[in-house]
């Protein structure tokens, strides 16, 4: 069985998902990141040279609301390392490396795009508190909606930076599933339409839980 869970980065989740862990004794712990990613996360490296523009600015602005949260980027992915590892339960990264697809995807937006996105993350820097935690509050509950809004606004984004890694992620999982019988894959929690989209279309069952039943989920339940 493959159970999906929906994250947050920037949002402490790590009671909850030490519990999920606990609870289903995966013989598997997939991750949503890639060689370099993982290395920086177990680091705590903030080391952005070489790295494409769009990829700082994103990088940035993610760190700047997980501090209005109380927490730090990535933390929730952190923790799911620290958990399997203390529990001897192997780690598998299933995500697409980063810096490829963000050159990838500047080179396939086109001008006004381009110009769109480094505007709007100028205003996510600049933005006053109050508007962008609204924002981020819509986005939890409508993480879907919000997917589609990028897809209108910005198809190369949608395309790139969403349905390729969802695509790649979910054909991982599947090859890993050969080899393992109980897999939990913890990734953003945006990427799972697309990832159930790819499995129901190879019919194979997969549990899933999204972020909105993360943050409500009971410490105390059985």
Not at 93 to 105: P, S
Not at 203 to 210: A, F, K, L, S
């Amino acid at each position: 069985m493959i159970t999906i869970v929906g994250v947050g980065h920037v949002f402490d989740l790590s009671d909850k998902m030490r519990k999920i862990i606990e609870d289903r004794s995966p013989d598997l712990v997939c991750l949503e990141l890639d060689e370099r990613r993982y290395r920086a996360l177990l680091s705590g490296s903030r080391e952005r040279r070489g790295l494409p523009i769009m990829y700082v600015i994103l990088s940035r602005f993610q760190q700047r609301v997980a501090e209005w949260y109380g927490t730090k980027v990535g933390n929730e992915i952190l923790s799911a390392i620290r958990i399997a590892r203390e529990k001897e339960i192997p780690i598998e990264l299933i995500d697409m490396d980063a810096e490829t697809v963000f050159r990838n995807l500047w080179k396939s937006m086109s001008l006004g795009e381009r110009l769109r996105l480094f505007l709007s993350g100028i205003l996510g820097l600049l933005g006053r508190k109050s508007t962008i935690k609204r924002e981020i509050d819509r986005m939890r509950e409508n993480v879907d909606e919000v997917i589609e809004e990028i897809g209108k606004s910005f198809p190369s984004i949608k395309r790139v930076l969403i349905d390729e890694r969802n695509e790649h992620m979910a054909m991982r999982l599947e090859e890993l599933s050969k080899d393992y019988k109980n897999i939990i894959a913890f990734v953003g929690d945006g990427h799972i339409p697309g990832m159930m989209d790819y499995f129901k279309s190879r019919n194979i069952e997969v549990d899933v839980i999204r972020l909105r039943d993360l943050e409500c989920m009971d410490l105390e339940d059985p």
